[in-house]
């Protein structure tokens, strides 16, 4: 996205910490930002950090010191409530376990990403068929998740993230288990999932996936620095 005044800043981390225990990784400093209309690439060693970040960015874990502020909110000032509300209304994720039902099908499984409430019978349905539609599972709306190969029931996983149009996706190795077809299927929708209004993060090893966002932030030895936006 090149239109710069229309951008958000959607997340602010300043010398943020999160270490679980006395000499354990984590991340000890993180300073970067995130605004709508990019995508952003967490690169770095394994046992770097980046998990733990992406916990912290999730509103999974609460700072031990430092400032994260997502949607304007201090993380650290969040009652459990008011997390649950913006991860709900305003997060979305992307793991490398699949989470399906298996007793419902595809465009069940889909669909749990809306809320009823939030959206009629109607715009549901839509929204469900647009987004198997771009991840090439079309065909495939009545199966089962038994049926489909794992690179198939990731792409049902990660449709089942993008149809809620979150402000803020978290992908944590998207396409660490699929083959280079599938993988590029699903690179091509989580990037155009990137609009004004939101943006994309996504945990990568892949460097070919990194060099295609916008953005990086880049972990080791627990230190997280992003480049400028």
Known sequence: MNNDENRQQLVRAHNVRK???????????????????????????SGSGKTTLMTLLGLLEKPDSGELTL?????????????????????????????LI????????????????????SDRKQRVTDQLMAL??????NAFPKTLSGGQQQRVAIARALV?????????????????TNGE????????????DSAVVIVTHDEDLAARCSHRIRVKDGIATGDSL
């Not at 304007?72 to 793991?95: N, P, Q, V």
């Not at 090439?136 to 709306?141: C, F, K, N, S």
Request: net charge negative.
């Open 19 to 45: 270490v679980f225990e006395p000499g354990e990784q984590g991340v000890r400093s993180g300073s970067f930002s995130i605004n709508s209309g990019t995508s952003t690439a967490i690169v770095g060693p």
């Open 71 to 99: 949607f304007g909110s201090d993380s650290k000032s969040l009652t459990l409530t008011e997390a649950t509300k913006i991860r709900r209304h305003e997060l979305g994720f992307i793991f490398q376990a699949f989470h």
């Open 102 to 121: 298996q007793h419902l099908n595809v465009s069940e499984n889909v669909m749990l990403g809306l809320h009823p409430a939030e959206t009629g019978q």
């Open 136 to 141: 090439g599972l079309e065909t495939h709306a």
């Open 164 to 180: 809620r149009r979150p402000k803020l996706l978290l992908c944590d190795e998207p396409t660490g288990n699929l083959d280079s």
């Open 185 to 196: 299927i699903v690179i091509q929708a989580l990037l155009n999932s990137v609009s004004n």
